[in-house]
């Protein structure tokens, strides 16, 4: 069993991008299942094998302990890890391949508290892989764009498992191949900082961006599309790298 946890910030793209990698391995005959861990989201593009909101009820939480919503979705949050255990049978009585899971919106609610990380150590797997989405429409300035990617180094060091990150929403993006550029050629991301940042500000912001590249904690962006599915191939087939070494699904 391959696992795949979706972090990234509100509306990056998770649950979409969850939609689509599940109807791709459906499409090449792999048995794949998606889980939602987000017990506040209303509505989702997929349907869950695994779903937290039949674990969690977030109206009688928000009633019991006389909570907002936002109080109500740390208490959630933090309840996942109690119920690891029912996740996990939940996920072995499927028997899948490939399980993708669609984790809070929030990415706070998931890695930076205790319960995520919990949950992503203690989930029982052959391989497990986080992808941290990129929201394109988000990253359209270079010091936007190197804030996300320490917002994707921290939750890299708090998950502690492989991690790709993806820039999402591709198809809508005017800069998006801009942005690729800049995660691959870091002389092409300076010199679009130069024409907003400079002085100490350009200094700081071009140490920054190059101590990540040179950690390799950002080797490079995998733009993709959750309608289009453009950038399918190479970012499946790195999780299949990643899962057992496997080789690229071939496009039919």
């Given at each position: 069993m391959n696992v795949v946890f979706l972090t990234g910030t509100a509306g990056a793209g998770k649950s979409l991008l969850t939609a689509s990698l599940l109807s791709w391995y459906h499409e090449k005959s792999q048995n794949a299942i998606a889980v939602n861990l987000d017990p506040g989201v209303v509505?989702?593009?997929?349907?869950?094998e695994v779903d937290v909101r039949t674990m969690i009820d977030l109206q009688e939480i928000m009633q019991k302990y006389s909570l907002g919503p936002n109080g109500a979705l740390i208490f959630a949050s933090?309840?996942?890890?109690?119920?690891l255990p029912e996740i996990q049978d939940e996920i072995d009585s499927s028997n899948a391949d490939f399980v993708i899971i669609d984790t809070p919106g929030q990415v706070e609610l998931f890695a930076f508290r205790e319960s995520g990380?919990?949950?992503?150590?203690g989930l029982r797997a052959d391989s497990k892989a986080v992808l941290f989405l990129i929201d394109s429409m988000l990253a359209s300035s270079p010091t936007n764009f190197l804030?996300?990617?320490l917002?994707?180094?921290s939750v890299h060091l708090r998950m502690e498992l492989p991690m790709l990150q993806v820039l999402s929403k591709t198809d809508i993006s005017r800069n998006a191949k801009e942005i690729a550029k800049w995660s691959r050629e870091p002389a092409s991301f300076e010199e679009s900082?130069?024409?907003?940042k400079g002085g100490d500000s350009y200094t700081f912001y071009t140490q920054v961006f190059r101590a990540l590249k040179h950690a390799s904690i950002s080797p490079g962006l995998y733009p993709v599309s959750?309608?289009?599915?453009?950038?399918?191939?190479?970012?499946?087939?790195?999780?299949?790298?990643?899962a057992q070494g496997g080789e690229e699904f071939e496009e039919n």
């Open positions: 509505a989702l593009p997929y349907e869950p933090d309840l996942i890890a109690s119920k990380p919990y949950v992503a150590k804030s996300l990617l917002l994707a180094t900082l130069s024409g907003t959750g309608y289009t599915r453009d950038g399918f191939i190479a970012l499946v087939g790195e999780l299949s790298r990643i």
